[in-house]
């Protein structure tokens, strides 16, 4: 059965430093998103894309943050000066289509800010 | 603004009896409504759905849900519990004016016991 892969599993990085995290989405879905958990609270979310642009964001997903679709298969989400609030789950989904459809989660990356 | 709640941090329940979690939503108009379960460090699993139609909706390890609109609630159920069946369960909720993001409650730890 086809799923949602991320890299890495976990990520340890100094407070001010630029991460990428990484996602593979099922391979014929068009809509892509991020959402990130805090440990110990609700799962929110960030950003989706479609066709080669955001089409929502929250206002969590401020100029710190970007994404992007750089080739055919992976979507990536950018933090640019990771803060210490910035620890979090971060999970990469993907659905076939918009409307009343499922999105298809990934295991997550575990982003640690020092 | 759409909202979830899920007023149970935990439910306890005995393998074999039957289990309900549950959740109410806000939203304006009609919601798209979700089911997703969270084993330890795994990503999120969809497991049912309401879109329209029958408000009893049924899915993935025996689970069903009843949309219940008077009440703006749709509790999870199953017949009989499982050991297996313990995990974080979260309720989601997405107008359908929205492009795509889901917004999830808190989530609910199901703990069945032997």
């Known amino acids: 059965e086809p799923e949602v892969t991320q890299t890495p599993s976990h990520q340890v990085t100094q407070m001010g430093q630029e991460v990428i995290l990484r996602c593979v989405p099922i391979s014929n879905h068009l809509y892509f998103y991020w959402y990130r958990q805090i440990l110990g609270q609700k799962v929110e979310f960030l950003v989706s894309?479609?066709?080669?642009?955001?089409?929502?964001k929250s206002e969590i997903f401020d100029d710190q943050f970007s994404v992007e679709r750089p080739d055919g298969s992976n979507f990536t989400l950018k933090i640019r000066s990771t803060k210490l609030e910035d620890s979090a789950m971060y999970f990469c989904?993907?659905?076939?289509?918009?409307?009343?459809?499922?999105?298809?989660f990934g295991p997550g990356t575990r982003l640690t800010v020092l | 603004a759409q909202s979830v709640a899920q007023p149970e941090d935990q439910v306890n329940v005995a393998e074999g009896n039957p289990l309900t979690v549950k959740c109410t939503y806000s939203v304006s108009g009609n919601p798209y409504l979700f089911w997703y379960v969270q084993y330890p460090n795994r990503g999120l699993q969809f497991l049912l759905k309401y879109i329209t139609g029958d408000n009893l909706v049924k899915g993935s390890y025996g689970f069903e849900a009843e949309f219940n609109k008077s009440q703006t609630s749709f509790h999870l159920k199953k017949p009989s519990a499982l050991v297996s069946d313990s995990a974080l369960y979260f309720c989601?909720?997405?107008?359908?004016?929205?492009?795509?993001?889901?917004?999830f409650g808190s989530g609910t730890r199901l703990s069945i016991r032997p």
């Open positions: 989904a993907s659905s076939g289509h918009r409307g009343g459809h499922e999105q298809f």
């Open positions: 989601a909720v997405r107008e359908r004016s929205s492009a795509s993001k889901i917004i």
């Open positions: 894309f479609y066709n080669n642009e955001i089409s929502e």
